[in-house]
């Protein structure tokens, strides 16, 4: 008995590979493709990139607005496919970043206020 893709009796159109490597690992994966002249031919598959993640700790959000390529098409990539214009873009994600600079405000806040405390408790004394 036969396979019920293919009827019994006819021959499937065999394609080989054209580079050396002949296992079906992750860097030789092909695609079988018919060409414009009737032919069965291999076109062989590239490996899929991944979008770079966030530089923050704990935070492995990837980072959006970047194009997800292999390591050497980056330096194919233009300026604006790599990078989003923010402080820290292409770095840390906008959450991260947002975190960052209320932090870094309320930071200063507090130093504001413990100057004016510290002021104030200078002055109270000299009036007694």
């Known amino acids: 008995q036969g396979c019920a893709a293919v009827p019994r009796g006819i021959m499937v159109q065999r394609v080989t ?8 690992t992750k860097s030789n994966i092909v695609r079988k493709v018919r060409t414009p002249g009737g032919k069965l031919v291999v076109q062989y598959v590239g490996k899929r990139g991944k979008r770079p993640t ?11 607005g970047i194009k997800a390529v292999r390591p050497k098409e980056l330096s194919r990539l233009s300026k604006r496919q790599k990078t989003v214009t923010r402080p820290y873009g292409g770095a840390k994600c906008g959450k991260c970043v947002r975190t960052r600079i209320v932090r870094a405000f309320l930071i200063e806040e507090q130093k504001i206020v413990k100057k004016v405390l510290k002021a104030q408790a200078n002055a109270k004394p000299e009036k007694q």
Not at 17 to 24: G, I, L, N, P, V
Not at 54 to 62: A, F, L
Request: glycine share 10%.
């Open 17 to 24: 590979y054209r580079r050396r490597k002949s296992f079906h």
């Open 54 to 64: 966030c530089g923050e700790y704990g935070c492995d959000r990837p980072l959006s």
